[in-house]
């Protein structure tokens, strides 16, 4: 095409600009050949003349269309230039922060400075094994590709990481070997990518330093070879170095800092362990001030040491060889302030006296302080004849003591590489290798000295290395394609690395210079002049004799000639190397010794592929004239790190530093143009420029562009319907060329086809709005005419209605008027009527109700009469009987006395005594006959009084008649009279009425004023009412509101206690999975274990041995009571420590007994506390008593003791007698029994007599269990009896003691009455009852207390261990909380289970014990049976006449083996036994089997074989799935087997929560002897595992389709539009014939995962969760993949996910899924297709997407939206306000910032129970399994 096609109207361009270095600019004028300015519009509208050279002849650069600004591959942009590289670079960094770029093979890499969320482990596992091209840029990707050409071409590979200080190189190398080590993580224990990980560190402490344009720039190179082996895992690595800045030791430039480790000492110096050191702030130390700042910014140097101090620990270095690390570094710091003191004379200087530093440096590193100070200050001079000591100026000696400390930390430096290597090295073979090489870049300052030749140097040599590579690709690409090329010019930049290290170059120079004696650099810069003035690359500064120039590749770079030569020799004095040399640590004199050639160079060598030469020859004596120099070393360095790259494949990381001032996301256009010129960007862009930049495969040309054919064009085959368009479309065939399988366009042409692209579109835009418009209008203009129209018929239609309504209201207001008026007088008449019967009613009642007021006194008043009147006489004859009791009380009492006085004295005679018995037998025989009399009389009294009482009667109602008759005559005479009185009563009440009358009606007007005012008052209050009501109701709907958020709450907190739930058993379960992890790696290990020793043998697998020691063949330990935990340690003795430390229940089990044994000592110890305390309050109110009541209490109870115990005794001795003479009679019996059974049972006679003494054996036997058992409880009741009785006697010993010390007083009074003597009797012996029971209930109740005491102690111990627990939690973090509470609970639940074990185990005991009593009966009984029968058999008659037929038994659903069967059981059943062969019979046709031979066991009552069987069954199944770990359809089956077994365990199990659906036949199918609960709870991990290896399995077959079918297979045709791609697109990662999935292949092979588990008879609820499972990895998967690609991010991608989570819905809903939750695991991906649907310009929009996408993070809604990519150019970008206005949005959201999804992330599984509805007994056993030797039982 012509310039003037190009140039024309509103095409824009690029321009210089000095401060943006480009700028856009828009054509205004169409440009013509000839013409001499271009008119032009710049960005803000300002209009601009341009001038183009016409010398030059070359027009300004094409501007790339919008479309392809912001791609990922510079090499994709139509116009390669630097102004389109620039350009893309500042957009994707500013606007959609991607920091990383692809330019061809190049990553472009810029320093954000700020930690970008880009960089865990979830992004290396999202690049993992993807092709490079196919996700965003990125480090990990550069990093895969690199492990993925290592694995396929088996060849090693380099990364060469490099850019400027402040660039980021050490961040990006360091990020590639974490790659490494993550996904090629060693195999072994060894660790060997944490050690690789280590070193970086170490290497940053003790190599990198603060500079003016880096906080962490490493001031050396470094090469590290990562080694794979044979699987590539990490085995080992080795690092080289390059040209460490040793001048940095000494000094340090305005605003940096020494080497981190010196700051780091100073920063630790306070550890205990460093007072050796005697170091204090880094401000006091020479070495470590010059710089200024000895602080930066954000940098703990205290962490950064714990950091370097733990490296070292991982490397295997020693703390005390750190300390002696730590000591040379310390006296570094120390020799930099040995202070020099220039003396008399000007060359000669000295130290000052008591120094203390040089006393510090001489005691850290072991030498002689008096050598040390003297050889500081001298120096020797050795000639041929004679060696002088000389003196030295002060100057010269602090250049030589400069010298020795870059020398000592050089030597330290170079040690602690060797150690690393050696730490990182490995014996075993080397596959292949990664090296990483981390290498300063090109370096130009206004001062540029030896080292920074030295780097440009090196930069030179990789910039050839670097072009050639690049060329060679091209050339390779071509002639992959077959299409003709011609040679691309490049620039070779071998002149100048010839002027650098050619012969008689600049560094032979140099080094011939350092060889003579009085060499100095002004003369070497002359000879420099003399030799190299004619070449190109060197030129001499105008202004200086002390300078050079050299063009380099990147641009001119003048160096200053001070200091070369020094810095070049390096030299040391000999006589300081000496000292150093006898230090008496052993560290320091190694340091210094002389180098050997290293033995393991050849090995390690043996081990690579190509021949990796030592990084320095041996080094040999200072003093030796041969010693290379420094400019030598290196370059025989970097011609070895050539070879190595030359013999690798590379790839590159160029590093650009944005701007100077460290701010982050901040783009100076200025530095990076000039860093891009430097690092070779911009040369791979000329490169690729020169040739066919822009490739397009057939098919993507043909989707992308066939909007320009027409029908006709349109052929079958796409690569000549693509070929015809090109022919048509661009005139010039060079521009294009067809490849074999791809089209190759020169720069600027795929910028043309999209112009025409474009105007195609807006062409068919213009057509459809014009369209849409008019078709619009004629809608706007009918709805219009159907508008008036309706308005029209709806006006007239009111007019009518209203009139109407006028009609109707007249006429409705005269029947108003009507109505209204006769109400009135109605109202007013019945108003009148209702007030005059009110006022008579009101009348009458108070007449009435005065009457009866004055009657109702009147009788009230004769009531309180009576009844005091009543009271007063009773008070009178209670006051009289009073004083009359109390004078006979006083009497009796004087009587008693004297009585008791006499009785006291006679009752100590036992005569007395016995007189006093029979005196009241006597008494009491006559009392009961004087009872007999008194009743007979009471009876006789009770007759009389019923005959008096019924003839009063009959006299009372003759009495009553009479007095009715008088009054009926009385009544006839008064009536008249009472008339009269009554009409004067009736007069005189109807002037009071009237007189009434008028008082009523005056109060009538009255309370009708008053009840008007009331009525307004009542009004008001009605409105205050309304107004309350308004506001209660405002306040409800406040109330229901909070209610509301009260509800919500209450949902969230049990939501939140359900995800807890679900976290707790996804913990679980996850443990589970780490379990069988390792527990498969230790098999593996025992496995290589084995056949490293290759000894013969049977060797127990570990694996056999199950969890929770179900396995061990030792007894379980219970310690159920207290005596058996000595048994428990017996036990564990006994078992072994191994086992027993295995067995953890016996553990816990222990601990919890002796926290019960502990409780129960308390509880002890306060139950004893309390009855001290009880007895001394005893005491105390004993002796409160007088002593008279003391000394009676004695003696009651002395006799009442006296009285039973001696009973007791005799008792107790004659039961203790009896029942031990009749225990001894049994045990005969039964000895004899025993005897006579014995002999016989071996009698051979085999008459009638066997049998009766059998039967007669059996009855005594029986009768004899029945006596022994009576016996027993006997003896138990006796025993008690003993110790109460031997109670009671101490009770008697202390009665009778205190008894002797009182008298009984008053002795001598007599008495003379019986009575009082009864009377004494009967109330001590009703006195003794009431205390005995009295005392009974005090114990009681004191027991009763002492129990709820002892109970609120403990409540309240359990209170103040929950509130410590609630404040602990309090003050924890969210996290912390809940996990301590998890914990919490977990102790809990494992005491109540610990409880519930030992009741369990208790009762397994008892019937244990049964069991075995039973065994025995019945194997005697058995053995007689059998004997009887065989003596019946041998008779002759019954063989003759009779024969016994066996009767045919019901099958019971149980299968019998033999034990030696088993192995055959298991090998059969499980670990030979293909699914294919139960396939036609029942789902989990083995669990069954199993089952069945399980019940058998049980049914015998044979533990071992239970426990074996089950044993055998889970290892034989961990076996099958470990040998079939990739197949689905084995995993299903033995996931279904499993389940069923589990299910069977539970449903036969006899608890009656699992047996509710079983039928009858079932339930006698039941377990009959074993609880295998633990069993059960194996069997449930055991289905976990394999659920998480089903999932594991589904994934990997799910993995490589999801990407495919999700994102970029078309669904929906000719939806998505390709854009232009780049050079990683034809990655050579990339194999030719990569398949691509379709939806539709995903779906089929979710269908046959489907088919496969309902096949096996997997449980519906495990398939549902199963899918969700897979559905939830489809969506981490795929999201992952859109955050990470920019290309797919675009509103077709967008249309194409909605579609495709369409499809998938409704194949769940096909197979019956979609109420299991599956896709709700989907909502993130609905949200993000949702988001690349919606608008996204406003802030409406901007609140709309928040509100919307509540599943996505705000850094995965940010990043899509940087993502997000127009396809077209209809298509508008998201703006970088819009972006900001969601961020800020967003800022409310506490969710942790997490961007990629966790794909590996996996639900915890919940195995329901579901029993199953066959009966045992109906399940066949096909003969395919080969299990002939069951027998059914």
């Not at 960089?119 to 690049?127: K, L, Q, R, T, W």
């Not at 340091?591 to 050849?602: C, D, G, I, R, W």
């Not at 109540?1392 to 025995?1416: A, S």
């Amino acid at each position: 095409m012509s310039a003037s096609e190009l140039y024309s109207k509103y095409t824009k361009i690029w321009i210089p600009d000095p401060e943006d270095v480009w700028k856009s600019a828009e054509i205004t004028k169409d440009y013509k050949d000839g013409d001499e300015l271009l008119h032009l519009k710049l960005e803000d509208e300002m209009p601009f003349e341009y001038s183009i050279d016409s010398n030059a002849e070359r027009l300004p650069f094409l501007r790339n269309p919008d479309i392809l600004v912001g791609e990922n591959d510079l090499t994709a942009l139509s116009y390669l230039h630097e102004p389109a590289v620039l350009h893309n670079l500042k957009v994707r960094f500013l606007e959609s922060n991607a920091i990383y770029t692809y330019c061809g093979i190049v990553l472009v890499a810029i320093n954000p400075y700020e930690q970008l969320p880009i960089y865990g482990e979830d992004v290396i596992h999202a690049y993992s094994g993807q092709n490079m091209g196919d996700m965003d840029p990125h480090i990990f990707a550069v990093a895969e590709e690199a492990y993925k050409q290592m694995a396929r071409d088996e060849k090693n590979q380099s990364i060469i990481v490099s850019g400027e200080s402040g660039a980021g190189k050490t961040v990006s190398a360091k990020y590639a070997m974490r790659y490494f080590a993550t996904v090629g993580g060693s195999a072994s224990e060894a660790n060997v990518e944490d050690k690789v990980l280590a070193s970086s560190p170490i290497m940053e402490a003790i190599g990198n330093a603060k500079t003016t344009r880096n906080d962490n720039s490493s001031r050396f190179g470094k090469y590290i070879q990562i080694g794979f082996d044979r699987q590539y895992y990490i085995i080992g690595a080795n690092m080289r170095t390059y040209l460490l800045e040793k001048s940095r030791v000494v000094f340090q430039a305005e605003d940096e800092r020494n080497y981190h480790i010196f700051y780091q000492l100073c920063a630790s110096a306070n550890r205990p362990d460093f007072k050796e050191l005697n170091l204090s702030s880094a401000e006091d130390y020479f070495y470590a001030t010059q710089g200024g700042n000895t602080e930066i910014d954000g940098v703990n140097d205290a962490e950064d040491f714990e950091k370097t101090w733990n490296a070292f620990t991982l490397l295997g270095v020693k703390d005390a060889h750190q300390m002696n690390i730590y000591r040379v570094i310390a006296s570094i710091l120390h020799l930099g302030n040995v202070e020099i003191v220039s003396e008399r004379d000007v060359d000669t200087c000295g130290i000052a006296r008591n120094d203390e530093h040089l006393n510090y440096f001489c005691d850290l590193l072991g030498i002689e302080h008096d050598q040390t100070e003297h050889w500081l200050c001298h120096r020797k001079l050795v000639t041929t004849s004679e060696t002088y000591v000389k003196t030295m100026s002060k100057q010269h000696a602090i250049n030589a003591r400069n010298a020795l400390a870059k020398h000592i930390y050089a030597q330290l430096f170079n040690w602690i590489v060797d150690h690393i290597n050696k730490a990182l090295y490995t014996t075993s073979k080397q596959h292949s290798f990664i090296g990483v090489l981390d290498i300063y870049g090109f370096e130009t300052f206004e001062i540029n000295s030896f080292e920074q030749f030295c780097i440009n140097y090196a930069n030179e040599k990789l910039q050839q290395q670097f072009n050639l590579h690049v060329f060679k690709l091209e050339q390779e690409e071509y002639m992959k394609e077959q299409i003709p090329w011609t040679l691309i010019d490049f620039s070779d930049n071998q002149p100048c690395i010839d002027l650098i290290e050619a012969k008689l170059g600049i560094l032979d120079l140099l080094d011939e210079e350092c060889k003579m004696p009085k060499g100095t650099d002004q003369s070497w810069a002359q000879k420099l002049y003399d030799r190299h003035s004619s070449s190109l690359h060197f030129q001499k500064p105008r202004m200086s004799n002390m300078a050079f120039v050299v063009i380099h590749f990147a641009d001119k770079v003048e160096y200053q000639c001070d200091g070369f030569l020094e810095k070049n020799r390096d030299t040391v004095h000999e006589e300081q190397i000496n000292i150093l040399k006898a230090s008496k640590y052993q560290l320091v004199a190694d340091l210094f010794q002389e180098e050997k050639e290293p033995a393991t160079s050849n090995t390690k060598a043996k081990t690579s592929k190509i021949n990796v030469r030592p990084l320095k020859p041996a080094m040999k004596a200072p003093n030796k004239e041969h010693k290379k120099t420094v400019g030598h070393q290196f370059r025989n360095s970097l011609q070895l790190l050539m070879e190595t790259l030359n013999a690798t494949t590379p790839h590159y990381v160029r590093c650009i530093k944005p701007n100077d001032e460290k701010s982050a996301f901040s783009f100076d256009p200025k530095r990076a143009v000039q860093q891009l010129r430097a690092c070779g960007v911009l040369e791979t862009i000329r490169i690729s420029a020169a040739g066919y930049p822009s490739r397009w495969t057939y098919h993507e040309f043909f989707d992308r562009y066939r909007v320009l054919m027409t029908k006709k064009n349109i052929l079958n085959d796409k690569k000549e319907t693509c070929k015809k368009l090109l022919e048509i479309v661009i005139k010039d065939p060079d521009k294009f060329q067809f490849g074999r399988s791809k089209i190759f366009f020169r720069a600027g042409q795929v910028a043309y086809l999209e112009k025409l692209r474009a105007d195609k579109f807006r062409a068919a835009c213009m057509m459809i709005q014009k369209t849409v418009r008019g078709w619009l209008q004629r809608i706007k203009y009918r709805r219009m005419k159907k508008a008036a129209i309706t308005i029209q018929k709806h006006v007239r239609g009111y007019q009518a209605r209203r009139l109407v309504d006028l009609l109707r209201k007249t006429r409705a207001a005269v029947i108003f008027q009507k109505q209204y008026r006769m109400l009135v007088v109605r109202r007013k008449y019945l108003h009148i009527r209702n007030a005059a019967i009110t006022i008579q009613a009101y009348t009458r009642g108070r007449f009435v109700r005065q009457v009866y007021h004055e009657l109702l006194r009147q009788h009230k008043a004769r009531i309180i009469q009576k009844c005091v009147r009543g009271w007063i006489a009773r008070k009178r004859f209670s006051r009289i009987r009073n004083a009359v009791i109390y004078l006979q009380c006083c009497y009796r009492r004087m009587k008693a006395r004297r009585e008791l006085k006499t009785l006291k004295i006679e009752a100590r005679s036992v005569e007395h005594y016995k007189k006093l018995t029979s005196g009241m037998e006597n008494k009491v025989v006559q009392l009961q006959r004087k009872v007999d009399v008194q009743n007979k009389e009471h009876k006789a009294m009770t007759e009389q009084m019923m005959t008096v009482t019924t003839a009063q009667a009959t006299e009372i109602n003759r009495l009553n008649k009479e007095l009715d008759r008088w009054r009926e005559q009385q009544g006839d005479k008064s009536r008249e009279t009472s008339l009269q009185e009554e009409i004067e009563k009736l007069r005189e009440e109807l002037g009071k009425s009237q007189t009434e009358r008028k008082i009523l009606e005056d109060t009538y007007t009255r309370e009708k004023a008053e009840l008007q005012q009331r009525v307004l008052d009542l009004e008001k209050e009605n409105t205050l009412l309304k107004d309350e009501k308004d506001k209660l109701n405002q306040s409800i709907k406040n109330e229901s509101k909070d209610v509301a958020e009260k509800l919500s709450r209450k949902t969230a907190k049990e939501s939140e206690r359900a995800k807890e739930l679900e976290e707790e058993r996804s913990r679980y379960q996850n443990l589970l999975k780490e379990y069988s992890r390792l527990e498969q790696r230790y098999d593996n290990l025992q496995e290589e274990i084995n056949l490293i020793k290759h000894t013969p043998g049977h060797r127990r697998n570990p694996s056999n041995q199950s969890s929770l020691g179900s396995d061990s063949n030792y007894p379980s330990i219970s310690t159920s009571e207290a005596g058996d935990t000595e048994d428990a340690v017996q036990l564990v003795e006994e078992a072994g420590l191994e086992n027993a430390a295995m067995d953890m229940t016996i553990f816990l089990k222990l601990q919890k007994r002796v926290r019960e044994l502990e409780q129960e000592r308390k509880l002890l110890r306060a139950e004893i506390e309390r009855k001290e305390a009880a007895e001394a309050e005893k005491a105390n109110e004993y002796n409160s008593i007088p002593e008279n009541e003391q000394a009676a209490d004695l003696a009651y109870n002395s006799l009442k003791v006296l009285e039973f115990a001696g009973v007791e005794d005799t008792v107790d001795q004659a039961m203790r007698q009896e029942l031990e003479s009749e225990n001894k009679k049994l045990k005969n019996e039964l000895n004899e029994l025993r005897k006579a059974i014995a002999e016989k049972a071996t009698g051979e006679n085999s008459t009638n007599d066997v049998d009766n003494a059998y039967s007669v054996l059996l009855d005594q036997l029986r009768v004899a269990n029945e006596e022994l058992e009576v016996r027993k409880e006997e003896v138990l009741l006796l025993r008690t009896q003993i110790v109460d009785a031997a109670r009671q006697k101490e009770v008697v010993g202390s009665m009778a003691n205190l008894t002797e010390k009182y008298e009984w007083k008053r002795s001598d009074e007599n008495t003379e009455k019986d009575d009082v003597i009864e009377a004494y009797n009967g109330i001590c012996e009703t006195n003794r009852l009431l205390e005995a029971q009295l005392q009974s209930q005090v114990r009681q109740h004191e027991e009763e207390v002492g129990r709820m005491q002892t109970q609120i102690e403990v409540l309240k111990e359990d209170l103040e261990k929950q509130q410590q627990v609630i404040t602990q939690t309090l003050q924890m973090s969210p996290e912390a909380r809940i996990e301590y509470n998890v914990q919490q609970e977990i102790t809990r639940l494992t005491n109540e289970n610990l409880d519930l074990k030992e009741l369990v185990e208790k009762q397994e005991k008892n019937e244990k014990k049964l069991k075995k009593q039973l065994k025995i009966h019945m194997k005697k009984v058995q053995e007689l049976e059998a004997r009887n029968l065989v003596q019946k058999e041998s008779r002759p008659e019954l063989t003759r006449q009779v024969t016994v037929q066996r009767k045919e038994k019901e099958f019971q659903g149980m299968l019998e083996y033999h034990k030696d069967d088993e192995s055959q059981l298991i090998r059969n059943l499980i670990t030979d036994l293909k699914p294919q062969a139960v396939s036609a019979t029942v789902p989990g046709l083995p669990a069954y089997i199993l089952f069945m031979c399980l019940r058998h066991a049980d049914y015998i009552n044979d533990d071992q074989k239970v426990h074996s069987l089950l044993s055998s069954t889970i290892n034989g199944i961990k076996k099958v799935l470990k040998k079939h770990n990739d197949d689905f359809e084995i995993t299903s089956f033995w996931l279904s087997n499993s389940c069923r077994l589990l299910h069977c365990l539970k449903q036969y199990s006899g608890d009656e929560d699992f047996m509710k659906q079983n039928n009858t036949r079932q339930n006698e199918h039941s377990l009959k002897n074993f609880d295998l609960a633990e069993y059960r709870q194996l069997l449930s991990d055991l289905s976990i595992q394999i659920y998480q290896q089903l999932i594991k399995i589904a994934e990997s077959l799910l993995q490589t389709m999801i990407v495919s079918a999700m994102l970029e297979n078309e669904s929906i045709q000719g939806l998505s539009s390709v854009k232009p791609m780049g050079y990683r697109k034809r990655s050579s990662s990339r194999v030719d014939g990569d398949s691509s999935y379709t939806l539709e292949a995903m779906v089929r092979q979710l269908n046959l995962l489907n088919n496969t588990m309902c096949e096996h008879g997997l449980d519906p609820e495990i398939i549902q969760q199963v899918f969700r499972q897979l559905f939830y990895i489809i969506n981490a998967v795929t999201l992952n993949n859109l955050l990470l690609r920019k290309d797919v991010c675009s509103w077709s991608t967008g249309m194409q996910l909605r579609y495709n989570i369409s499809q998938l819905e409704e194949w769940l809903r096909g197979k019956n899924l979609h109420q299991s939750g599956t896709m709700k695991t989907m909502e993130p991906l609905i949200q993000a297709a949702q988001l690349l649907q919606v608008k996204k310009k406003t802030s409406d929009d901007a609140a709309a997407i928040c509100s919307m996408c509540t599943d996505l993070t705000p850094q995965q809604i940010v990043k899509i939206l940087n993502l997000y990519t127009p396809v077209n150019e209809f298509e508008e970008r998201v703006t970088v306000a819009f972006i900001r206005n969601i961020q800020s949005c967003l800022q409310d959201r506490s969710e942790p910032p997490q961007l990629l999804m966790d794909f590996k992330h996996m639900f915890p599984v919940i195995f329901p129970y579901n029993p199953s509805a066959l009966n045992l007994d109906t399940i066949h056993i096909p003969a395919n399994l080969n299990l002939t030797f069951l027998n059914r039982v």
